[in-house]
Structure formats: C-alpha cells, structure tokens
C-alpha cells in the first residue's frame, strides 16, 4: 500500500525558512558573496527539515553573491515543485 500523498500546494510550517537563511548570511550591508560552506552552516544551524537540507545539499562547491544564491535555490525549489510549500528566496 502506497504511503500517504504529500501536497505541493500546502505551506509547510517552514514556509519561508530558506529566506530567513538567505537574509542572515546578508545581514552585514557589507557582506558581498559568501562560500558554499557558509550557506551548509548556516542552513544547519537553522535546524531545517531534510526537504530544504536538500536543497541546500545541491549547491555546487563556489562562492555565491546573493542573487546568485537565490538563483541556484529557486532553480532547486522549483525542480522539486516546493515553492508553494516552502518559498522561494529573494
């Protein structure tokens, strides 16, 4: 017997979580690109479900300006349809 469905339309509880990561890793005005390790860092120590942890485990090794950031976690959310559950990221 099949598990339970899971819906791409619902809001997860984490909805915005990846946003929140994304703003403190820019916090500083002065912050211009941050590493691949710092973004696994700090997603870390947000205590993020497995479904965001992987999103954050996709991120090619290199440093990331914060557009660029976005741009590789939207392209991730969006291939896995999360984006209603979970949030894209500015």
Known sequence: ???PVRKNTVRSPHYGALQNVVDALFADAGTKSVRR?????????????????EI???L????????RLCDQLNSAIGGHA????Y???E
């Open 1 to 3: 017997m099949a598990g």
């Open 37 to 53: 390790l710092d973004v696994v860092v700090a997603a870390e120590s947000a205590d993020l479900p497995d479904d965001l942890a």
């Open 56 to 58: 954050i485990s996709l």
């Open 60 to 67: 090619p090794p290199g440093t990331y300006t914060r557009q």
């Open 82 to 85: 999360w984006g209603q559950v």
């Open 87 to 89: 949030g894209t990221v």
